[in-house]
C-alpha cells in the first residue's frame, strides 16, 4: 500500500528521553518510502493521566491529539501503549461530546510502528544489519491491546546478523504499568525481577521492545545492577546499518 | 419477604430502564454438525472409555448374562464382600448372593464398602456417567469409598450439549448427578488425594447389548447399529 | 470483617517477604495455567464460546427480573421454597429462621464465596447452631480461624505441615501426617457431621431459571453430601447467577472447569430441582435465598455492569501476575485477584477499596483468559477514574497531576518544563546517573535507575536536521 505522508507522534517518553529512538523512526519509516511530518503542537497521549485516573485531564489530551493529528492521513508513533491509550480510550473519553466523531477518524488511522511497517505498508525488510544476539520483550499493549506482537518479532527476524532468542515467558508483564511502577513499587520490582531471570536465560546482549516505557523499567534495573545487557528500541534496531 | 421481592424486582427494572436489548442466542450447540462432535459421535465407546480411564476409573464391557460374574469379579479386585444395591438393579441381587456377596438395598450404603447403581446416561467426551435420584442411587453412588455403575452402551452421548437435550425432555428430577471420575481434593500444596469425600475408585461395566428395551427406546445415537 | 480501609500496599509487602507462599504461588499458578492451557486448546469451538457465554450472560443481566421470576415459579412449582433478601443482614436472617423453624442445631456447608461476603457463618453461630465448613480447604481454614485466599483453591497458602500441625490438634491425626492421611482423617470427621447434620447449606455455580435447578460444580463430594443427608437444603445464590436455560450449561459448564482447573469437568455437577421426598432419599425441604446485597446497583451502573457477568472461576487469578506475587489475602476481603479488584469496590465501597483498582499494571492477562471476556482492565481505569472524582485521591496527588496536565497541555509550557527539567537536573545530578529520587519518585530509585534527560530533545534535534 502507497502512502504519502505521515505524522509523527513520537510520545512524551520519546521526546524527552530517548530522542534518538525518535529519529530512528524517521529514518525507518523514510527508508520505508514514506514522508514524514512532525506536528510541532503535539505533547502526550495522556495515558499517565488516565491510567492515574484523571480522567477529565486525559480526555483535554486526547481532544488536543484528535486536533492536532486530523490534518493526516495516517499518525504512527513508536510506542505500543500510546497507541493502544488512542484505541482504546480516546473515544470513550470524548464520548457525548463533539470530538466523539473526530476521534473515531483519527483512532482508525493511529498506528504503532511495527503494525504499520507490516500490516499498512507491507514492508518487512529495512536492510538493517544488527549482529548481536537479541531477545524481544513485547509489552503488553503490544501483545493483547494491539495484537502486534507478530509484526515486532517479524521485523527484527529480518535483521541482518541478528542472533534472535526468544524469552521463555515473553508475555509476563515487565511490572511497569506506568503509576503502578511507584505506587505498588515492592510488587513491580518483583515482576521486573522475574522478567530480568527470563532475559538472563537468553544470554542476550539486547533486549529489544517497540516501547521506552518498559525498555526503561528493565534498563533501570539493569543499570542498577551494571548489567551488560543493554536496551534497544525496535526503531533503532531497524536502523542500524 | 414480599417486600423484599418487590423491592428487588422494582430495583432491577429501574436499573434496565433505557438499556438498549442483546438478544438471547439461539439454544443450537456450537459443535452441532463440526468434525470435532462428529469424530466424537463416530467412536462413542471408544471415547467414552478412553476418557474414563484417563480419570483412574476402571471400565469392563460386557454383555447382561455375564454382569453379575463381572461384578462378583470388580467386587473381589476390592477386597469387598459387601455392598449397597440401589433399586434399579435389584433383579442382580439373588445372582450375586449365589456369588457369596452379602447384598443389601440403599439404605446398607453409609456402611457398604462399594454401592452398585445404573447410570442413565454416559457422554463421551468427558467421560461422564449421569445418575438420577431415586431408588437409593443418590446415597449408594456417594457414601460407599467404592461406586460401581452399570451403564447400557446405547446410553452413550457425545457430549454435554447432547446430555443436555435428552435430560431436558422431561421434567427433572430432585437431583441428577454428573459423575466424572473419583472424588478428589489437591487442596494441600496442589497434591491430587482421591476419595475425599465422594468414593475413591469408580468401576463402570458398559453393556453391550440393551435388556428389557424395546428398538423405539433407543437413543439416536446408535440409529441404526447392531 | 475489620473496618476501615482494606490494607493492600502493606499486606502485599508481607507476601512478597514470605518466601514459602511466593514459591507455592508460582507453583500453583503455573500448574494452573498449564492445565487451562491444555484443556481450552482442546476445543476448536473455544472462542466461539467465550462469545456466545458473554452473549447470554449479557442478555440475561438486561432482562433479570424476568428470569428471577422464571426461576422463582419453577421452583415453587418443584416444591421448594424462595427468599429474597435484600442485603447480607437479611440474608442471614432468612437462613437463620429457617433452621430456628426445623430446630437445626448442625449445619454443614459447602463452599461459597456468598455466604463468606455475608458473613452466615458468624450469624449462625450467634443463634447457637453448630456451622461446619466441609470443603477440605474451607475445613482448615475455618479449624485455623484463617480466610480463605483463592477463589477456587482456599488454601493455596498454606503448607502441608501447617494443615498437618492444625489436624493433629483438632483431630488427633500423627503431627507430620502426609496428605493422604490428612485427607483421610477430614474425611472422617466431616462423614460423622454429614450424616447428623439438619441443615445442608450451599451456594450455587448456576440458577436456571427454565427448570429452576440449582447447579452445584464441585470435586469433592461434600456438596452432594451436603444436598443427600440433612433434611433440609438451603442454596444462597446472587441474584447474577441465574441463566435462562438448562442447554446453556453445555456452554457454561465447560467454560467454567476448563477454565478453573483444565479438567473437562468436575467430579461431580449436581442438578439439584426442588426437595427429594418423593424419590425416597434427599432432603425433605428446599429452600432458595435469592440475594442482592448491592448487586442491583452494580446492575444499574452501565460502566461496570459487566462484572455481574463472571462465573467465579479464578482463571484471571490464575494468570493475573500481581496475584502471583501477592496472593488473596492481600486483597483483603472474600473476592482476590482481578476480578476482586472491581467487585470489592462496587460491594463495600470505594472508600475503602480505593487502593485495589491501582494494584494492577493493565497487563490484560485477565481479559485474555475471561471465559465471559469481561474487561477487567478497563473497569479498573474506570473505577480509578472513579476515585479522583469523588475526591479520594490524594491532595499532593490531585496537585502534582495538576501541574503534569498543564505542562502537557500547551506547548509552550511543555517547552518551558523540558528545559527546566534539564536545568534541574544539571544542578542536582550533573552527569551522573540518577539514583535517588524525592517523594514517591523514589520508589522508583529504590531499586532501579531513573533515564537521564539528554541535553536536547528530539524535536530540538529533528528541528536541526539539514
Known amino acids: 500500500m502507497m502512502f504519502g505522508r505521515v505524522a509523527l507522534f513520537v510520545t512524551c517518553l520519546v521526546d524527552q528521553f530517548f530522542p534518538q529512538v525518535g529519529e530512528a523512526t524517521v529514518e525507518v519509516l523514510e527508508r520505508a518510502g514514506v514522508q514524514v511530518a512532525f506536528p510541532e503542537a503535539q505533547t502526550c497521549c495522556g495515558q499517565v493521566l488516565a491510567n492515574d485516573g484523571f480522567r477529565k485531564e486525559a480526555a483535554e489530551l486526547a481532544r488536543r491529539f484528535v486536533e492536532i493529528f486530523e490534518p493526516y492521513e495516517a499518525v ?12 482504546e480510550f480516546y473515544t470513550e473519553l470524548l464520548s457525548g461530546t463533539p470530538w466523539e466523531e473526530r476521534a473515531r477518524g483519527v483512532v482508525h488511522r493511529t498506528y504503532e510502528l511495527s503494525e504499520f511497517l507490516v500490516r499498512v505498508l507491507e514492508v518487512t525488510d529495512l536492510k538493517a544489519r544488527f549482529p548481536h544476539r537479541v531477545t524481544f520483550h513485547p509489552s503488553c499493549h503490544l501483545l493483547r491491546g494491539l495484537g502486534a506482537c507478530g509484526c515486532a518479532e517479524r521485523l527484527i527476524r529480518s535483521v541482518a546478523g541478528v542472533e534472535f532468542v526468544p524469552l521463555r515467558h ?72 | 419477604m414480599t417486600d423484599a421481592r418487590a423491592q428487588i424486582l422494582g430495583q432491577i427494572r429501574a436499573a434496565l430502564r433505557g438499556v438498549p436489548e442483546v438478544a438471547l442466542p439461539p439454544a443450537e450447540p456450537l459443535l452441532e454438525g463440526t468434525p470435532y462432535r462428529a469424530a466424537i459421535a463416530r467412536s462413542l465407546v471408544d471415547r467414552f472409555i478412553r476418557t474414563a480411564e484417563a480419570l483412574g476409573v476402571q471400565v469392563r464391557r460386557t454383555r447382561s448374562p455375564e454382569l453379575p460374574t463381572v461384578l462378583a469379579e470388580v467386587l473381589r479386585a476390592c477386597g469387598a464382600e459387601r455392598v449397597a444395591l440401589s433399586e434399579d438393579l435389584k433383579e442382580l441381587a439373588d445372582a450375586l448372593r449365589e456369588m457369596g456377596v452379602e447384598v443389601g438395598g440403599p439404605e446398607v450404603a453409609p456402611g457398604a464398602p462399594v454401592g452398585i447403581t445404573g447410570a442413565e446416561f454416559g457422554v463421551a467426551e468427558t467421560g461422564t456417567l449421569v445418575v438420577r435420584s431415586g431408588g437409593g442411587r443418590r446415597t449408594a453412588s456417594l457414601l460407599p469409598p467404592v461406586h460401581v455403575a452399570v451403564l447400557p452402551e446405547d446410553r452413550l452421548l457425545p457430549d454435554l450439549d447432547a446430555l443436555f437435550e435428552r435430560v431436558g425432555r422431561s421434567p427433572l428430577p430432585s437431583a441428577v448427578t454428573l459423575i466424572t471420575g473419583p472424588s478428589r481434593t489437591a487442596d494441600i500444596e496442589q497434591t491430587l488425594t482421591p476419595g475425599v469425600h465422594g468414593p475413591g475408585k469408580v468401576y463402570i461395566v458398559l453393556l453391550e447389548d440393551t435388556p428389557n428395551r424395546t428398538p423405539s427406546d433407543r437413543p439416536e445415537s446408535l440409529k441404526g447399529s447392531p | 470483617m475489620t473496618e476501615g480501609p482494606l490494607p493492600f500496599e502493606e499486606a502485599s509487602v508481607r507476601a512478597l517477604a514470605n518466601g514459602r507462599l511466593q514459591e507455592a504461588l508460582r507453583r500453583a499458578m503455573t500448574g494452573l495455567r498449564t492445565k487451562r492451557a491444555e484443556a481450552t486448546s482442546e476445543l476448536p469451538h473455544f472462542e466461539a464460546l467465550r462469545d456466545r457465554a458473554k452473549q447470554i450472560k449479557t442478555h440475561t443481566l438486561l ?43 448442625r449445619v454443614v456447608k459447602s463452599k461459597s464465596m456468598l455466604t463468606e461476603e455475608i458473613e452466615l457463618n458468624r450469624a449462625l453461630q450467634q443463634a447457637g447452631v453448630e456451622v461446619m465448613e466441609t470443603d477440605l480447604g474451607e475445613f482448615v481454614v475455618q479449624l ?35 496428605v493422604e492421611l490428612l485427607t483421610q482423617a477430614a474425611r472422617a470427621y466431616l462423614r460423622e457431621r454429614f450424616l447428623t447434620a439438619d441443615v445442608g447449606i450451599t451456594g450455587a455455580n448456576f440458577l436456571v431459571a427454565e427448570t429452576g435447578t440449582v447447579v ?34 453445555g456452554v457454561f459448564l465447560p467454560l467454567l472447569v476448563r477454565s478453573a482447573t483444565g479438567q473437562r469437568l468436575s467430579s461431580y455437577v449436581s442438578l ?36 455481574l457477568q463472571c462465573i467465579r472461576c479464578g482463571a484471571c487469578l490464575n494468570v493475573c501476575p500481581v496475584y502471583e506475587k501477592v496472593g488473596g489475602h492481600a486483597y483483603g476481603w472474600v473476592y482476590a485477584g482481578p476480578i476482586g479488584a472491581v ?13 485495589l483498582p491501582y494494584a494492577s499494571s493493565l497487563c490484560g492477562a485477565c481479559l485474555e483468559v475471561c471465559p465471559v471476556r469481561i474487561d477487567i482492565p478497563r473497569m479498573l481505569v474506570r473505577l480509578r477514574w472513579r476515585t479522583v472524582a469523588r475526591g479520594i485521591a490524594r491532595p499532593s496527588e490531585r496537585v502534582a497531576m495538576r501541574l503534569v496536565f498543564w505542562i502537557l497541555a500547551s506547548a509552550r509550557l511543555y517547552r518551558i518544563a523540558s528545559r527546566l527539567g534539564r536545568l534541574v537536573q544539571r544542578i542536582a545530578f550533573g552527569d551522573r546517573p540518577i539514583r535517588r529520587l524525592p517523594g514517591i519518585l523514589g520508589a522508583w530509585t529504590r531499586t532501579r535507575d531513573f533515564p537521564q534527560l539528554p541535553p536536547k530533545t528530539f524535536r530540538d534535534r529533528f528541528r536541526r536536521r539539514p
Request: contains cysteine; negative net charge.
Open chain 3, 272 to 307: 439439584i430441582t426442588g426437595p427429594g421426598r418423593q424419590e425416597g432419599e434427599g432432603p425433605e425441604a428446599f429452600h432458595l435465598v435469592l440475594v442482592d446485597n448491592r448487586r442491583t446497583e452494580i446492575l444499574a451502573d452501565g460502566e461496570l455492569r459487566e462484572s
Open chain 1, 170 to 241: 515473553p508475555e509476563a508483564c515487565c511490572g511497569f504499568g506506568g503509576v503502578f511502577s511507584v505506587k505498588h513499587a515492592p510488587v513491580s520490582e518483583a515482576m521486573l525481577q522475574d522478567k530480568l531471570s527470563d532475559l538472563e536465560v537468553t544470554g542476550a546482549e539486547y533486549v529489544v521492545s517497540t516501547d521506552v516505557s518498559c525498555l526503561m523499567h528493565i534498563e533501570g534495573a539493569l543499570r542498577r545492577r551494571e548489567s551488560p545487557v543493554r536496551t534497544i528500541h525496535l526503531a533503532e534496531l531497524l536502523a542500524s546499518r
Open chain 3, 63 to 105: 432482562h433479570l427480573d424476568r428470569y428471577l421470576e422464571q426461576l422463582e415459579a419453577q421452583v415453587t412449582a418443584c416444591g421448594g421454597t424462595v427468599h429474597w433478601a435484600r442485603d447480607a443482614e437479611e440474608a442471614c436472617r432468612i437462613v437463620v429462621e429457617i433452621c430456628r423453624r426445623y430446630g437445626a442445631r
Open chain 3, 144 to 178: 485455623d480461624g484463617d480466610r480463605p485466599s483463592h477463589l477456587i483453591a482456599p488454601i493455596i497458602h498454606k503448607r502441608r505441615e501447617e494443615v498437618a500441625r492444625l489436624f493433629a490438634r483438632h483431630l488427633g491425626t500423627p503431627p507430620d501426617a502426609p
Open chain 1, 76 to 87: 504512527v508513533a513508536p510506542s505500543g501503549s500510546c497507541v493502544a491509550m488512542v484505541r
Open chain 3, 216 to 249: 452445584l460444580v464441585e470435586n469433592e463430594g461434600n456438596a452432594r453430601l451436603s444436598t443427600t443427608m440433612p433434611r433440609v437444603h438451603i442454596a444462597l445464590a446472587g441474584i447474577e447467577k441465574v441463566i435462562p436455560r438448562l442447554g446453556d450449561l
Open chain 3, 343 to 355: 467487585l470489592t469496590p462496587q460491594l463495600l465501597g470505594l472508600e475503602r477499596a480505593a487502593e
